[in-house]
């Protein structure tokens, strides 16, 4: 005789979470979905449904399929999951009839490699010769699809002769924080008055046209 399992009574996710993946690239990880009944026993054969967002960060299954069936473990494993172009983390649910997955899956589209890094602080501004500058400089970085770079390290570079200036403490560096924004040190104008561009530069990327200052 066979005692076979009662209908589903609940769906949880048992692999592939937490986890995180570039934009544009594969979830090392297949989601999975363990089914089982009132008892706790295993569903084999049962369709799952895996469910991601629609909008904002998000991903595809490979070939459009997001459907499983369970196995005799009542484990249902979906399709390659490849992250989409919007950086930051949602939950992908595996639901069966009226049942959904109870803990999700968490996931998070990580920004891509830093593209571009814009002056978006601190320019155009001046000081009076041998005085701080009121306002530090801003940098932004975004990856190639325009999301936020968090972790950047900018190098600000000044004119090395002329009018020009210092940092603080000498540091010439800042590193981007969650919204991919870079802030220097407070940056002093030496004793040359005149008008100069201070740059940002991470990676390749060079802020254009830079920070418009003058010592005056």
Request: no cysteine; hydrophobic share 40%; net charge neutral.
């Amino acid at each position: 005789m066979t005692n076979n399992p009662g209908p589903p009574a609940a769906i949880a996710a048992t692999a592939g979470t937490p986890q995180s993946a570039t934009v544009n690239t594969a979830f090392t990880t297949k989601l999975a979905a363990t089914v089982t009944d009132v008892y706790g026993n295993a569903t084999p054969g049962k369709t799952v449904t895996f469910n991601a967002p629609t909008s904002g960060a998000s991903g595809t299954f490979a070939g459009g399929v997001n459907t499983a069936t369970t196995n005799a473990q009542g484990v249902a494993t979906a399709a390659v999951f490849t992250a989409n172009a919007v950086a930051g983390t949602y939950s992908v649910t595996a639901d069966i009839g009226t049942l959904t997955s109870n803990p999700d899956f968490a996931l998070t589209n990580l920004a891509g490699p830093p593209a571009s890094v814009t002056a978006t602080g601190g320019t155009p501004q001046a000081a009076a010769v041998n005085t701080a500058f009121a306002n530090p400089l801003e940098a932004t970085v975004k990856d190639s699809f325009g999301n936020a770079v968090p972790g950047a390290v900018v190098t600000f570079t000044a004119p090395a002769s002329g009018a020009s200036g210092t940092f603080a403490g000498g540091v010439k560096t800042a590193t981007t924080n969650a919204a991919g924004v870079a802030t220097s040190a407070v940056f002093t104008a030496n004793g040359t008055a005149g008008s100069y561009v201070v740059t940002g530069k991470t990676g390749t990327a060079t802020t254009a046209p830079g920070y418009q200052l003058k010592n005056q």
